[in-house]
């Protein structure tokens, strides 16, 4: 079995061929696999479902023991596909305090961090596409 990262795979019904798609996968491609649904405002705001999570957004837990719980991205694990939250820890037997893994699917983005010029550019102009489109098919 090959073990380079397929550019023409599209999709496949067999687990081990998703799993593979997903380890093999360059970092490029996994900053994909990182997104997570915008809140209400957001997708209005901006016309998009979701996207990819940076350092700096602050999120929402939607599930586990941290559920409703709102916290900003201290950082993102590209390799693992695992995104830690500042202010959660969870306190081991020994006493020590450890950080807490999340998987993107199970955050929303609540604000968006706009430091970055190249992020904002992106967002105005996919904005700007979905009204445009409606107006057009009227």
């Known amino acids: 079995m090959k073990q380079e990262f397929s550019t023409q795979w599209i999709s496949s019904k067999q687990p081990r061929k ?3 798609y997903l380890a093999n996968a360059p970092l ?20 998009k479902r979701s996207l990819p999570l ?19 991205i201290s950082s993102v694990d590209l390799k693992n596909t ?3 939250l500042e202010s959660i820890q969870r ?3 020994d006493g020590s305090k450890v950080n807490v893994f999340f ?9 968006l ?7 904002v550019n992106a967002l105005n102009r996919k904005a700007a596409q979905p009204a445009e489109k409606t107006k057009e098919k009227k």
């Open 113 to 119: 961090n706009l430091d970055d010029k190249e992020r």
């Open 18 to 20: 998703q799993h593979k």
């Open 91 to 93: 306190t081991k037997k």
């Open 54 to 72: 940076r350092k700096g957004d602050e999120v929402l837990v939607m599930r586990g023991s941290f559920r409703k719980t709102k916290a900003k």
């Open 28 to 47: 490029h491609t996994k900053h994909r696999f990182l997104s997570a649904n915008l809140s209400k405002s957001l997708r209005e705001k901006y016309g």
């Open 82 to 84: 695992r995104v830690v």
């Open 103 to 111: 998987h993107p699917s199970a955050l929303q983005i609540q604000i």
